[in-house]
Structure formats: structure tokens, C-alpha cells
């Protein structure tokens, strides 16, 4: 995980780190929340909350109104609706 520019995703008005450290690289990660969007599936993305904690964040593509995912690079965020 880049420390300086960590990769973030946020839903449901929390902002979580990608845990990059958890054995999942960021874009395998993100195509698996993009699956569970379009398809209305679950998927399992290991984060960090603000305090460092580690975390299993469960996403209900059927049931995220909108997502935004930052690459923590100087690239604009993107969002995704189902």
C-alpha cells in the first residue's frame, strides 16, 4: 500500500482505505466491486477505517445507490452507480 497516496473507496458516506497489504492488489479489487455492481452480487474488499483498523467491507452491489473509488494518484475519483 503507498502510504503517501492511498487507494480509497467510498460508500455509504464512509471512507475506507484499500488494504493493498491484505493480499489483494487494488485492481483485482476494483474489478471485483465493478462485478458486484453490475451483477447485483457481493463482494468481500479488505480496507482500513480511519483509525488503521483492519477491516472486511461487504458490498451488496444490488443495494449501493453510488460508490467512488480514488486511486489516490492525481486522477480524478470515479463513481460508479449500479
Do not use: W
Amino acid at each position: 500500500m503507498d502510504a503517501k497516496n492511498p487507494k480509497r473507496v467510498l460508500v455509504g458516506g464512509f471512507d475506507y482505505i484499500i488494504d493493498e497489504n491484505a493480499g489483494v492488489d487494488a485492481v483485482t479489487i476494483v474489478n471485483a466491486i465493478t462485478a458486484a455492481l453490475n451483477h447485483g452480487t457481493v463482494t468481500a474488499v479488505p480496507v482500513r477505517d480511519d483509525k488503521n483498523n483492519e477491516l472486511t467491507l461487504y458490498i451488496n452491489g444490488g443495494q449501493v445507490e453510488a460508490l467512488v473509488i480514488d486511486p489516490g494518484d492525481d486522477t480524478r475519483p470515479g463513481q460508479f452507480a449500479p
